[in-house]
């Protein structure tokens, strides 16, 4: 005799599971919001949360005059672009982790599959490795720009190759365009290996930590071009819910609905390839996000898409803000690369997800 | 009216189609029969619109599918998949849901919801309609296909031209047993007599010589023959396209033929199969 503890397989999405999904909503937003505040009030320097509000409220109202409050260096310079940066590129993450799980009709499928992160990453270490030769090459580029530019053209540079393998008279094969991607993962990763062979001991230091993926060090003027790069697509990409689960169907039924698919997938893999090839030119390659949340936010409130997107959004932000605090706090003085943290937590939870997943339950 | 005409395909350097004409009138319902791989299914695909002919054309209401607008073409005509899958957690409505959205922005909600209430109801899904597509089992994955695309093809508020719609369906029971199958084909058969065409591949010409107008044989990629199933269905027909021996009989209430495989004048005879049924592991003491 066996007993099932799910209640029939259903969804909360369903109609009458309204209050179950309005739970969620609200369990997000409030993690969401208590993470952003943990971002700005938690660190090495102690803030009172009403000090933190008065210096929001400063740059809000623009007073001027006042004289700078107490922490409002570190606020302003340090806590909250690192918040931003975390919310955004945990949201892009997720949200295009969301889509390609759609788009492969896989759930395993991780942004990183279609080649972007391990392109920034190569193009990330070759500029760290020859980054004097390159920046004698391009001279009008800042100096701490060479590194997220290198890293972001390269992860669409190899996106493209991907997608361009994967693509015959005008048809994108969405299963060549999977294998492709491993192998260019693989090829990408050789190329990154051989860079860490022949480095230095500080090239390796900046490699390792970069391939590991950190919020910090961000300033304003990497964070203002980036952001609209990295949350633009991740707000379009919900756009294309309807599209996506109709893809869920397969592509010759959602051509049969009348929706163009071959359009379709050119503009979810470049929104995907624009929002992680700006969060990892930024950040580095964080892992576990874009696969854990969507899996975790389709547990709860079913598979459509126009739900998964925005919720994964959501709780892709707040997650990686936590993670955030992990990192900067659990080494004090040091800080711990942010990767570490995400795939910690999100290895076992995953882990956990494929065994419940056995006894019947289903994506 | 949904028309082929002279559909020539080839892919991989194969001759799947070879000039195939085939048509369907409003409140008619066409079987598809003929061997594996007689290109039945590509024939269904090139009338969908899915696979473009190499030569010849599709024509919906005597316009060229190319020239029809993709959602266009999908309010009017909609395909039941021989396969179905599914491996994410939609729930059945939101999966019969799907066939409005060809619909979005033109028809009411409203509308939609009743369209979607009323083609659960039809292939008897009403009840499973909040458990998720990956539980169900393969009979009731297809009906809750058959419902997607009964809801695709409803007049809702946004066209009521009088025209008809079609329905395109590949193997419709498959997976199903015999009363479901009955129920699947009868689904199409209803929609059929509302002014509606049907195209359906069957793989048991009994099926097709018991519901359909009109049957067209297809074997080699090419129509062997077409016509009402009491000229189809003949013992030569049923050697020449597939190769089986078998009596056709009339059905006394319908005057239908139907056929029975002649195992006795085969391989198999009477006194060969008691042998082998008395030889079966199972009933060996």
């Known amino acids: 005799m066996t007993v099932s503890p799910e209640p029939q397989g259903r969804a909360l999405g369903s109609p009458r599971g309204g209050t179950g999904l309005l739970t969620v909503a609200t369990v997000f937003a409030v993690l969401w919001l208590a993470a952003f505040a943990g971002a700005l009030l938690w660190g090495p320097v102690p803030l009172a949360p009403g000090d933190v509000l008065a210096i929001l409220a400063g740059i809000a109202g623009d007073s001027g005059g006042a004289g700078p409050a107490p922490g409002e260096t570190v606020i302003l310079a340090i806590r909250l672009p690192r918040a931003l940066l975390g919310m955004a590129v945990g949201a892009a993450l997720a949200v295009a982790g969301a889509a390609l799980q759609g788009l492969f009709r896989n759930p395993l499928a991780d942004p990183g599959l279609i080649g972007v992160s391990t392109g920034a990453a190569l193009a990330a270490a070759t500029a760290i490795v020859f980054g004097g030769t390159i920046m004698a090459a391009v001279p009008f580029l800042s100096p701490g720009l060479v590194i997220p530019v290198a890293a972001f053209t390269g992860g669409l540079v190899v996106t493209l190759v991907v997608y361009r393998i994967a693509s015959r008279d005008g048809r994108t094969e969405v299963a060549t365009l999977l294998l492709a991607g491993v192998a260019v993962n693989a090829i990408a990763g050789a190329g990154i290996g051989l860079l860490v062979f022949v480095s230095n001991d500080q090239e390796l230091r900046d490699l390792n930590f970069w391939m590991l993926g950190s919020l910090g060090g961000v300033t304003w003027d990497r964070l203002l071009p980036a952001l609209p790069i990295i949350l633009a697509p991740a707000l379009a990409l919900p756009l294309l819910a309807r599209h996506l689960d109709a893809l869920l169907l397969g592509e010759t039924e959602a051509l049969h609905l009348g929706f163009p698919v071959e359009r379709c997938k050119r503009w979810i893999v470049g929104l995907c390839a624009l929002a992680v090839g700006g969060a990892v030119a930024l950040t580095g390659v964080i892992g576990f996000i874009g696969l854990v949340v969507p899996h975790l936010v389709r547990l709860l409130v079913g598979a459509r898409h126009g739900l998964v997107m925005p919720l994964s959004a959501l709780l892709g932000s707040a997650l990686l803000l936590i993670a955030d605090l992990v990192a900067r706090t659990a080494a004090l003085p040091a800080e711990l690369p942010i990767g570490i943290v995400t795939s910690c937590i999100g290895g076992p939870f995953f882990l956990w997800l494929l065994v419940r997943g056995r006894h019947g339950g289903t994506w | ?285």
């Not at chain 2, 395909?9 to 001759?15: F, I, P, Q, S």
């Not at chain 2, 269904?44 to 010849?56: E, F, K, M, N, Q």
């Not at chain 2, 959602?71 to 019969?96: C, I, M, N, S, W």
């Not at chain 2, 002649?262 to 079966?280: I, V």
């Open chain 2, 1 to 285: 009216m949904l028309a082929a005409a002279d559909i020539h395909v080839r892919r991989a350097g194969r001759r799947l189609l070879t000039g195939v004409r085939v048509c369907v009138e409003p409140g008619e319902t066409v079987a598809l029969i003929g061997p594996n791989g007689a290109g039945k299914s590509t024939l269904l695909h090139v009338l969908s619109g899915a696979i473009r002919p190499d030569y010849g054309s599709v024509t919906l209401n005597r316009t060229p599918l190319t020239a029809l607008d993709d959602k266009e073409v999908a309010r009017h005509r909609a395909v039941l998949p021989q396969t179905p899958e599914l491996g994410f957690p939609l729930t059945v409505r939101d999966v019969v849901a799907l066939g409005r959205s060809p619909h979005a922005g033109r028809s009411s909600r409203s509308a939609d919801a009743r369209i979607i209430a009323a083609a659960m109801d039809e292939t008897g899904i009403g009840h499973l309609r909040h458990r998720l597509y990956p539980t169900l089992s393969g009979g009731e994955r297809q009906r809750v296909h058959l419902a997607r695309v009964l809801a695709q093809v409803a007049d809702g508020d946004d066209q009521a031209d009088g025209r008809g719609r079609y329905l395109l369906l590949d193997e419709p029971t498959n997976n199903l047993d015999i009363a479901h199958q009955q129920h699947a084909i009868e689904t199409g058969l209803r929609f059929s007599r509302r002014g509606n065409g049907v195209v359906v591949v069957l793989h048991d010409p009994n099926l097709a010589a018991g519901y359909a107008d009109r049957i067209v044989v297809l074997v080699g990629g090419a129509v062997l023959t077409e016509g009402p199933p009491e000229a189809v269905v003949t013992e030569e027909l049923l050697r020449e396209a597939f190769g089986v021996r078998a009596m056709v009989h009339r059905n006394p209430s319908s005057g239908r033929p139907f056929m029975v495989p002649n195992h006795g004048s085969s391989a198999m005879t009477p006194d060969s199969r008691a042998k082998s049924q008395r030889s079966s592991p199972c009933s060996s003491p």
